[in-house]
């Protein structure tokens, strides 16, 4: 059994390994300085020297090969494996050349299916604009961050959804704001403002001229539609691009300080006490007591990209919230709300939904406690998946194939568990969708599914292996759709912080390597090598903690040999699981076939069995024949 990763395990290995890929790059400390900077209100004039640096080059490749979208062709029909057989010289000089004197290759638009039977239009850059956009977006988040509000949760280093919901749980359990404005932006991404977006950006302190120019460029790219024709956009930054997350919440992140400055924010004449809770945010419940016994309307707001609430006390207040948030909008980022999609919704009476959740409170007691559910939008869309899911598992061609299929299943069950278990009343929405994909799966797979199968350890049998809904196919596990346990939304922790050394250790321990020789690899790569197999043997590094993957010493710069385990000759790659690294003496008696250089070098290593058992499996891969001692 292969163990499955949950969603959320899906999403945080990712996003530890792109703060762990700046470490491997050196530039961890840069981006702590440009975030420190930031903080301090300083203006950044020569952004483009970090951006243009080899390491900042080398750092987006990194980055964008383990996207998913890295495979998605863009209008020269190049992909990540297209950039992955140039050498990292040529790599580097293609990236740089980009930057000389930038103008964007046209977007590629496709249009992706809505629940609603609508359609999303989706940009897809060429693959080497995607690699100026991330060379820039590596260096503009720190700068950014540094000014973005704690109300923001989407698109952001160490926010989700999940903080998202325990920010709108706080409001409505905690704080009592029963009257919900849900505004809907009116095609937000395609009409953001291009000459507001630049001055905002300025205004964040990001004054690099040339820079500027080359964000201009890229939100001028023209843009091929399906049919062919060709448009130049004049407002809007295409869904798709790298970029264009940060851009939407530089938009953005002045309606956040605007609602923020009508309660949050508001200065009162005598200085109150103020505590930070577990999750080291700021109490100010002094502050919010005397500005309650003034007039002042009291808002909250909370923010996913371009999907918000808006929290109120009273029913007036959420109303008058609701027009001077439209006509603010309208004046200041000449952006339009939907009047069909906009309201106001009264918690005690209507749900209000928000990223798939939908929300409302009940009476307790004396008290109003929040009712949570998944959305009738989301258990539809979860209904499909797995009604889908089922009929590729049944129709499996073969053994093999069933196997493949029965660990996507299993994947996607797990990973709704894990999105949707901070709902309140969770169980018993799965135990609806139990009901029906049971069914299926008995009707579709005519008893091949049992109770008796066995248990490996992994992900599946610490997670589900308790529970009686546990059944098999073929004795293989299949996860419980029914058997989800609910938690609890979690806050983002203050300390938590991907551009401060303490707040790194929150997240991950830092690398128990040699950082120095790490880096001497970074910068002393193998002439005439890809940039795929620099970048691996940096990754294989890290991952053998520096250590020969046969004898287990720790290596030194100079004897580090990164040895392909099917030989190129023999049609093996540069990918990373086809490298293994070793010291200099154990790669040659891999492919040793004289016995007085195996002699001669099994009398230095002194291998022991299980050593010399790694050894004579990488010798079997070369088609070299075993040692014996």
Known sequence: MVPVLTSEQQERKPKQRKIRNSEYYGLEETFDGLYADSRKGKVFNHLMEIIESEENIKLAYRTVKKNTGSDTAGVDKRT?????KLSEEEYVRLIKKQFSNYHPRPVRRVEIPKPNGKTRPLGIPTIADRMVQQCILQVMEPVCEAKFSENSNGFRPNRSAETAIAQCMRLIQVQHMYHVVDLDIKGFFDNINHTKLIRQIWGLGIRDKKLLCIIKEMLKAPIILPNGEKIIPTKGTPQGGILSPLLANIVLNELDWWIASQWEQMPTKTKFKTRNNAQGTEIKSHAYRALRRSRLKEVHAVRYADDFKIFCPTHEEAVRVYKATEMWLKDRLGLEISPEKSKVVNLKRQYSEFLGFKLKVRKKGKKYVVRSHMSEKAYKKAHEKLSEEVEKLAHSPDDTAQFMQLHNYNAVVAGLHEYYCIATEISEDFGKLAFSINKQLRNRLKGDISRNGTLRNGFIKEKYGKSRQMRFLHERPLVPVGYVQPKNAQHKRKSVNKYTPEGRTSIHKNLEIDTITMLWLMRNPVRGRSIEYADNRISLYAAQYGKCAV????????????????????????????????????????HASSETTIKRYLGELKLEKSQLEKLNKLRAKAEMPPINL
Do not use: F, R
């Open 80 to 84: 990540i494996a297209d950039l992955a």
């Open 551 to 590: 004898t287990g010493q720790v290596m030194n710069a100079h004897d580090i040999h990164c040895h392909h385990k099917v030989p190129v000759s023999m049609g093996g790659t540069d990918e990373y699981a086809n490298l293994v690294l070793v010291l200099k003496n154990v790669h040659v008696l891999i």
